[in-house]
Every structure is written in structure tokens, then in C-alpha cells.
């Protein structure tokens, strides 16, 4: 099995969908399957070795600095993906990069993945271009329709986008690195800059931007602190609304930036509650990377996140953009160390069942049985 993957995001870029790429090419390392990326360069130093990347120029894309506009140019790329010879081209976005692998795949005859990771159409309101949502509805039924198969995360997801008409979905989830993400990751002196003594702590991970629903997290924070002063926010991450978020931050909140590896790690399990307001998610990795490292959650019931949080066993779950039952569901746990306890308890078995080599040795199941059904139609 020879697999290529095109993909607009890719490490040393800190996302959900870069952070599952670059797991994918952990798993083929470790299990031989050739593989080669074609992403966008960041200009910024790559964990993959030259051999088995090819990146291409890009530029931020304006309305998002977190993002990259690479334009590909298919005869630039297609001698090099002949000599590879890929028996799949896993379609990893649907954007430039992805559109050019598509192109691609259709003209050498190879058989076509792709992943629905990101909810386009959902973002599309946080940046005042709602009106676009059916036009981006239609450009994703358009790509995705001539793929043998679609991915999608969670079961959430595949029921939307099924709805909207896009064919052969199937849910292949996400994992978590279990042993990178580990109560055992507490540190002391993490806990001792992040959080002053003797507060409760609580977490988001993520991207800042408008879609992640940060500020109905800060009003709710900022209600829970003037009536619990023993309460503290540890905000991980960066995003195009960083700076926003610092000069309108109430007191006592701690701003890391981002973070990756061992020190995301332990952020994780230094803190005492993981909350996550965002519900446009099609799978919130990060609420599995919580989970992990032993701590309770606080998330909307929407969306993606419904695959994970688990409501008065390994969370809590809220109402979606309800600052007031956000700050209830926050004062609930701050209050109550017993069922804190017993939701933390839950929550790491919970994640032991979600492993990467389990979810990544599913996906490339799915990429045989394609690359069966394409050789039986040639």
C-alpha cells in the first residue's frame, strides 16, 4: 500500500487536522507503508524529511492568518507523483492543495479518499459570510462526490453531511497519544507559573479565533471569578484573536501561547478542568487529549463533541452558546470536589479505548478496500 496525501495544513502548522496528518505519517513510518505529503511551505522548519515531502510555495490567506493559499501547478508536481506511484491519494482537505490532488488522482486513475475534518460552512457565520454557506455546501458536494470514499470523524458529522448530500461517508475517528498525554505528565513547577496557589484550574486548548467560541468562555469565567476568587483560566493556544482576547481578559486568566509536545502535555495535567466552548467541531481532539491526561470536561452537547463527552461520567455537558449555563456547569465542579473526582476517574479509562494505532490501522483498511473496488471497475 503506497499512499500519498495532499493536504492545505500540515506540521509545523499546530491544528487538529495538521496534528492527524502528521500522526498518519507516525503510523507509516512505524509500519513500513510508503507514503509521500504534499502540503504548503511554512517557511518554517518540517518534522518530515525532504524525501518523502513536497511542499509548495503559499502565501496567509487574508481573512485568517492561520492559514495558507497554496496554487499548486499540476505539471509541477505529477512527475514526481508518478515515480512514487501511490496506490491512493488520501484528499486530507478539500481546498487548494486538496483540489490539485483531486485533479491529479483523476487524471492518473488512482483511487480517491478524502476527509471531512473542518466545518467550512460553520465558520462561514463568525466571519460574517453566512450568505456563502450554500455555496460552500455546493462546492463540498461537488469535490467530495468524486471520491470513492469520505471520511469523517465522528457519527455527528457523517449525519450532517450526508444530509447535505454528500456520498460513501463513513466514520473513521480520531486518536490520542496516551502516553504523551498522562495525569503522570503533572509538573509542579508548570502548575506553580501557571496557577496561583491554592486555585482551581481550569483549561482551553485551541486555536483563538472567532469559530471556537472563546468569548462566551471569558463571560462565563468572568461571572464564576467574581463570586469564586479561588477560580483561574489557563488559555493554551494562538490564533488571529489573541490579542483581543489579552486586553479584554478579566483577572485571572494565564495566557501560554502555543504549545506542542511535552509541554502542551504537561499543561494538560497540571490544570484541574478542561472547558471548551466551541460548537462547531466535527470531532474536538483536544477534548480527547483532556480526557487523557485525567481531567473532567466542560463542552457543549453538539456537534462532534458529542462523540466524546460523555455527560455525568466524564463531563459535563452545557448548553451551546449559554454564557449562564456555561458558568453554572464551571461552578458545579468548582464547588463540588467529590463529583470532580469521580468525572476525572472516568475520564482517562474513557480515552485508553481511543488509540491512534487502532483508529490509523481502521483508516488504512479503508484505503484497501478502495483500492480493491477501484482495480475491479478499470
Not at 505539471?75 to 488520501?90: A, E
Not at 480517491?112 to 455555496?135: E, F, I, M, N, Q
Not at 454564557?323 to 473526582?341: G, I, P
Amino acid at each position: 500500500m503506497r499512499v500519498a496525501i495532499f493536504t492545505d495544513t500540515f506540521t509545523p502548522e499546530i491544528n487538529g487536522v495538521a496534528r492527524a496528518t502528521a500522526r498518519q505519517t507516525d503510523y507509516f513510518k512505524t509500519n513500513s507503508i510508503p507514503y509521500l505529503v504534499i502540503a504548503p511551505d511554512y517557511g518554517r522548519p518540517n518534522s518530515e524529511t525532504e524525501e518523502n515531502t513536497i511542499t509548495i510555495s503559499s502565501l496567509r490567506f487574508p481573512l485568517y492568518s492561520e492559514c495558507r493559499v497554496a496554487l499548486p501547478r499540476t505539471n509541477t508536481i505529477i512527475d514526481r507523483i508518478k515515480d512514487f506511484s501511490p496506490d491512493v491519494i488520501h484528499l486530507s482537505t478539500p481546498f487548494f492543495v486538496g483540489l490539485c490532488g483531486l485533479k491529479l488522482a483523476q487524471k492518473l486513475g488512482i483511487a480517491r479518499v478524502a476527509s471531512y475534518h473542518t466545518d467550512l460552512p460553520g465558520y462561514l457565520t463568525y466571519y460574517r459570510l453566512g450568505l456563502l454557506k450554500g455555496l460552500a455546501w455546493q462546492y463540498l458536494r461537488w469535490f467530495h462526490n468524486q471520491c470513492q470514499l469520505n471520511i469523517c470523524p465522528s457519527g455527528e458529522t457523517a449525519g450532517l453531511i450526508k444530509q447535505k448530500g454528500i456520498l460513501n461517508t463513513r466514520v473513521c475517528g480520531n486518536g490520542v497519544d496516551t502516553e504523551l498525554f498522562n495525569p503522570l505528565r503533572f509538573n509542579q513547577n508548570v502548575r506553580r507559573k501557571l496557577v496561583p496557589d491554592g486555585k482551581i484550574a481550569f483549561l482551553y486548548v485551541g486555536r483563538l479565533a472567532a469559530e471556537k467560541n472563546i468569548d462566551i468562555l471569558m463571560q462565563a469565567f468572568a461571572q464564576v471569578s467574581c463570586k469564586y476568587p479561588w477560580a483561574h483560566l489557563v488559555i493554551t493556544g494562538g490564533g488571529p484573536i489573541l490579542g483581543d482576547l489579552k486586553a479584554s481578559a478579566p483577572p485571572g486568566v494565564t495566557f501560554t501561547g502555543y504549545l506542542e509536545g511535552i509541554a502542551l502535555a504537561e499543561v494538560y495535567a497540571s490544570s484541574d478542568i478542561f472547558v471548551f466552548p466551541s460548537t462547531t467541531e466535527t470531532y474536538g481532539l483536544v477534548v480527547l487529549e483532556a480526557l487523557a491526561s485525567g481531567l473532567p470536561v466542560i463542552a457543549p452537547y453538539e456537534g462532534g463533541l458529542k462523540e466524546n463527552l460523555k455527560h455525568d461520567y466524564n463531563g459535563l455537558a452545557c448548553k451551546p452558546l449559554d454564557v449562564a449555563d456555561l458558568a453554572r456547569a464551571m461552578e458545579v465542579l468548582l464547588n463540588n470536589s467529590s463529583l470532580r473526582f469521580r468525572l476525572a476517574q472516568n475520564a482517562r479509562p474513557f480515552a485508553l479505548q481511543k488509540s491512534w494505532d487502532h483508529v490509523i490501522g481502521e483508516l488504512v483498511e479503508n484505503y484497501k478496500e478502495v483500492v480493491l473496488a477501484e482495480q475491479k471497475t478499470a
